[in-house]
């Protein structure tokens, strides 16, 4: 194990929320997100940033572990 992540809310274990109070969305924070998502079956997380301006984004993963080739980013 290289270390632990740890998400900032979990709704219904079914939506991963992850909190920012950034001056605006990153690519880290879709990365950081991207992984919390690929390494459960959850397949959809919320970035939500509470910075100077609001602002959200959405992120939906294909979990079938059965065909991981099929596996979509969206």
Not at 23 to 32: F, M, S
Not at 35 to 62: C, M, Q, W
């Amino acid at each position: 194990m290289v270390g632990e992540y740890f998400a900032d809310m979990l709704v219904n274990d079914l939506v991963i929320l992850e909190l920012k109070a950034a001056e605006g969305l990153r690519p880290e924070h879709e990365a950081q997100l991207l992984h919390y998502l690929r390494s459960t079956k959850i397949e959809v997380g919320l970035i939500l940033n509470f910075g100077r301006k609001p602002e959200f984004k959405r992120k939906a993963y294909d979990t079938d572990r059965d065909n991981i080739e099929n596996r979509q980013i969206y």
